[in-house]
């Protein structure tokens, strides 16, 4: 009979060692997943930056040509004497005075007072009230 327990025990004690090899295998496994997935991750990232800092060279150089034609049929169609430097003027003060919109509207959008997290902040003291009144009543005492 102590044969038999010394068996059944060494069995057991085999399957526990089985069984934390296979954790820590397991455990391995996961990180490896994980770096793996990140480093995937992190390079479809950079590729979908790199995409859109293309993509947005390229309107600005768009919007330069376009500028450039603008400037080019003001002065020829609607300017006497070919008077390209007053067609490019204009332009300058057109885009500036829009340039200046948006400046000033992101400039609203990112003002401290519209960054802060309105409702966080408000739950945050109404927890700050309801411990102070906890901790003030004496229900914490009993």
């Not at 004690?13 to 496994?29: H, M, N, P």
């Not at 330069?64 to 300017?79: I, K």
């Amino acid at each position: 009979m102590s044969v038999a327990v010394r068996e059944s025990a060494r069995g057991f004690g085999t399957l526990l060692r089985d069984l934390a090899e296979q954790i820590v295998l397991l455990a391995r496994s996961e990180v490896a997943l994980t770096k793996l997935e990140l480093g995937n991750l992190a390079r479809g990232i950079g590729v979908g930056a790199i995409c859109v800092a293309l993509g947005v060279v390229f309107v600005m150089l768009g919007g330069l040509a376009l500028l450039a034609g603008l400037v080019l049929l003001v002065g020829d169609q609607w300017l006497p004497a070919d008077r390209y430097w007053l067609a490019a003027l204009i332009m300058l003060v057109i885009t500036g005075a829009i340039a200046a919109w948006f400046a000033q509207r992101g400039a609203t959008h990112l003002s401290p007072s519209r960054l802060a997290p309105m409702d966080t902040v408000s739950t945050l003291k109404e927890d700050s009230e309801w411990l102070k009144q906890r901790l003030t009543s004496g229900e914490t005492s009993r």
